[in-house]
Nanobody, 125 residues
């Protein structure tokens, strides 16, 4: 069983930055494929970025060059550094673990996937 707790969301002006953190419990963090998803009101959940156990990363085109996903296996923590934020980045951001994601960003949902409770990011114009 894995528990995920996100933090770091908030209100920021366009062009600003935020860093999200996701603290994970459990002993298998280092082997999990991890990801950040987001869901805006009235929209479907989308994969923003993912990171594999070996450190390879994937980014959605909408955030490429602005967001950076990283992990600290010693601290069982996942991060998402967000820069040059835009109003369209406004959403609830979710951390997820033990994912099946292809190198091109195709996510295959499974019952065993672990999810955090989400953290709100609001970017004002």
């Amino acid at each position: 069983q894995v528990q995920l707790v996100e933090s770091g969301g908030g209100l920021v002006q366009a062009g600003g930055s935020l860093r999200l953190s996701c603290a994970a419990s459990g002993r298998s963090f280092s082997v999990y494929t991890m990801g950040w998803f987001r869901q805006a009101p009235g929209k479907e959940r989308e994969l923003v970025a993912s990171i594999w156990s070996r450190g390879d990363t994937y980014y959605a085109d909408s955030v490429k060059g602005r967001f950076t996903i990283s992990r600290d296996n010693a601290k069982n923590t996942l991060y998402l550094q967000m820069m040059s934020l835009k109003p369209e980045d406004t959403a609830v951001y979710y951390c997820a673990a033990d994912l099946v994601i292809t190198s091109t960003g195709r996510y295959s949902p499974r019952v065993n996937d672990y999810w955090g409770q989400g953290t709100q990011v609001t970017v004002s114009s």
